[in-house]
């Protein structure tokens, strides 16, 4: 079973440029959450979707980054503009089902290493 | 305000002992833990996970603890082996008001040597 794809792997911008990330969440998993892992921190959730519409953004800087997952199966998150300090991994993960009850396991893909000069 | 917090950033030990690494957290409304192991260049992969109902979860070599009245849980790997050398991250999760968010801490590099 082929994990969750994320690309680039690397990315080198400068301050005030545009990024995007790509995510493909494994084949039937309804939920797909973004992560931000500055250095030397834990991943911080910024929005999680469930199929295409989003379950919670609370913690998603609005101003700058976006998300969508139009089909609700890819999803794009992309900063408008960049600052030094968005510099971090941005993971995606994956659930096959919503939370209830259980803990749904959440597969992480491997990243992508955002550097902001 | 940092939640879950791992006060450890670094681990050593010797190949066949025991690792403990700990984990407090701030939040009485935490009702699912996990531990999450990180190689680099990978993403985190879902290690053992305990409910707030329980005081203990095993499997194979990895234990986890949970002192609720301490707020602090711990996860013990015995016997430690070098592929265990990793970042391990502690989670949680309060399913009641936050539904599936996790809250992770900042990470703890275990380095087994043989």
């Known amino acids: 079973e082929a994990g969750v794809a994320q690309s680039p792997r690397y990315k080198i911008i400068e301050k005030r440029q545009s990024v995007a990330f790509w995510c493909n969440p494994i084949?039937?998993?309804?939920?797909l959450y973004w992560y931000q892992q500055i250095l030397g921190q834990g991943p911080k959730l910024l929005i999680q979707f469930q199929n295409n519409g989003v379950v919670d953004d609370s913690q998603l800087p609005k101003d700058r980054f976006s998300a969508e997952r139009l089909k609700g199966v890819d999803s794009t998150l992309k900063i408008q503009p960049a600052k030094l300090e968005d510099s971090a991994v941005y993971l995606c993960?994956?659930?096959?089902?919503?939370w209830g009850g259980g803990y749904n396991e959440q597969f992480f893909g491997p990243g992508t290493r955002l550097t902001v000069l | 305000d940092q939640q879950v917090k791992q006060n450890s950033p670094s681990l050593s030990v010797q190949e066949g002992r025991i690792s403990i690494l700990n984990c407090d957290y701030t939040n009485s409304m935490f009702d699912y833990f996990l531990w999450y192991k990180k190689y680099p260049a990978e993403g985190p992969t879902f290690l053992i996970s305990i409910s707030s109902i329980k005081d203990k979860n095993e499997d194979g070599r990895f234990t986890v603890f949970l002192n609720k009245s301490a707020k602090h849980l711990s996860l013990h790997i015995v016997p430690s082996q070098p592929g265990d050398s990793a970042v391990y991250f502690c989670?949680?999760?309060?399913?009641?008001?936050?539904?599936?968010?996790?809250?992770f801490g900042e990470g703890t590099q275990l380095t087994v040597n043989p």
């Open positions: 993960a994956s659930s096959l089902i919503p």
């Open positions: 084949s039937g998993h309804a939920t």
């Open positions: 989670a949680a999760s309060a399913r009641e008001t936050s539904g599936s968010r996790l809250t």
